[in-house]
């Protein structure tokens, strides 16, 4: 009798910043970098680019957040500018750096599951 496995969520593998085929191994070594391979399957990581896309869309997320929370606050209670930098800095922080490893493991673990890859070009001649 034959066991098949079921791949791993990649929702779940990509969050935990773990390998995308089996669930087990990490993807990342130190805060941000990528592994050449997965030490308990082998997967080769080098079909991994998630580039500048993770780091984008926390940007965008933690500037809506933090201006939004800054101008709220202005509005309704003027404080010296001091009191700004004492409350958002932190918060800026905090939004930015803590999603950024799980994002950065999400978008190269559904790269993986969609077995999305480098755009090519070909030659009208040669499609078959």
């Not at 995308?20 to 993807?27: A, E, L, Q, T």
């Given at each position: 009798m034959t066991q098949t496995?079921?791949?791993?969520?990649?929702?779940?593998?990509?969050?935990?910043?773990r390998c995308?085929?089996?669930?087990?191994?990490?993807?990342l070594s130190g805060f941000l970098n990528l592994r050449p391979r997965c030490?308990?399957?082998g997967l080769d990581y080098s079909f991994a680019d998630s580039g500048d896309g993770p780091a984008v869309f926390i940007i965008l997320f933690a500037g809506?957040?933090?201006?939004?929370?800054?101008?709220i606050t202005e509005i309704l209670y003027q404080p010296p500018f001091w009191v700004h930098a004492v409350l958002w800095l932190p918060l800026i922080l905090a939004v930015t750096l803590l999603p950024l490893r799980p994002l950065k493991g999400l978008m190269i673990a559904l790269q993986?599951?969609?077995?999305a890859a480098e755009g090519k070009l070909e030659k009208?001649?040669?499609?078959?």
């Open positions: 496995t079921q791949p791993p969520s990649p929702f779940i593998a990509g969050v935990t910043c995308p085929r089996c669930g087990k191994g990490k993807m030490e308990q399957c809506f957040v933090v201006v939004a929370a800054a101008l993986f599951h969609h077995k009208i001649g040669d499609r078959k």
